[in-house]
């Protein structure tokens, strides 16, 4: 029995594809193993996803093309030039010729069922075609074996095909280009519900010990093809190291209490370079903490840094800075951000002001750290002389970093 020709491009919009196929991605990210979303690298979990879900365009083979023909039968009732006339209102049938075109195609034959986002068109005005596995059927018809307007009748469907397909490839383009985008975020999304089912960023993985010691204490101071997933570590996942928002504060309140110290003595604090004022935090530090086997938590870093790290994680570095203008801060908050781990990022700036210019100052750094363009937004902090702000990560913009500006003056 003949096969009829389709309307082409008219079944589902691409639109609601992309959307489905976006639920399909998150869903089987979502149906992961535990240890598999945490013991690969989500670059390379975000790539095989990439490789899975892509879409090839169809691509028409117009070399290979083939045209049959057979004899057939044209029902020609109504044709006037025909002069058929006929009150039976039975149908009335011519012998004609019957020429079929074999257009083969690449790619996935339901993409000729999907009606382009991209393009102009009136709705059901798309060609029409017998789709097969491999390739299409263009028929045409005709009594008078006119042989130059059937050329002309294919041509002109062949090239209404390839207009339908190239705006069905440009939305297709849109999609491959996102799915990267949306694996990893997704991926990211379901690694950050597991850190927190599992309780693995709830504070410290390793062991901080108070001492005895009694801090320095001044009065009334205040982150179609078919791929394979990629490997992931044999060793169980740990979790990178994070530290508590409970002994955040209390870091940066011995550091205060430090600098209220120092400024007891105006002529040894003039005198100080930003090394040498960092070099007196780390033995308060280090007396109020102490690591594993009594080793020391906080450690130098470059001229101007204290870090404490875990595991060759940092997850907390402060940096002690003059203050040398809007854009200098901006370049220090870039520095502190490289320090900055994936899981858990707590940062401090220590600026350090000659008092004429406090209060001037002061009022520049929040405008200043708003066209930083990690900034994500100012929370309230309460101490007088500093600020605290949430950015995002730079290598992660789901991932937030806590950054606290303390500013203290230089006595004249």
Known sequence: MREHPEQLFCLNDFSMIFIELSRKISQEIFSLDFDRLLNTNPEDLADYFEQKYRLESVKINESDIKVYQESTRIDMTGEADRCVIDNSKHPYYFRGTLFSYHVPFSGDKELFQIRPVHGTY????????????????????????????????????????KKWLSWLEADIKLYNDEIKIIALSEIRKMRQRLFKVKGLVSGLDFTIQHTNYTPLVVPDIKRQLHPVLPPMEDAPYLCEPALEMEEYENILSIISDAVSMISRSPHVFRSLSEEAIRNL????????????????????????????????????????KFWRGPKALLDNINQLLKYSSWADGKLALLMFIHDSLFASVLAKIPKAVRTHPNF?????????????FILTHPDDILKEVVLTVLVFEIPS
């Open 122 to 161: 009136p709705r059901g005005d798309s060609p029409r075609a017998i789709i097969k596995e491999n390739h299409l059927i263009l028929e045409f018809e005709t009594a008078t074996n006119d042989l130059e307007y059937i050329r002309t009748e294919f041509f002109h469907e062949l090239d209404e095909i």
């Open 281 to 320: 935090f780390i033995i308060p530090l280090n007396a109020q903490y102490e690591g594993m086997a009594n080793e020391e938590l906080f450690v130098f870093s470059g001229k101007t840094d204290i870090q404490l790290r875990e595991r060759d994680k940092n997850v907390f570095t402060a940096e002690c």
């Open 376 to 388: 994500y937004e100012k929370i309230d902090y309460e101490p007088e002389n500093g600020f605290r």
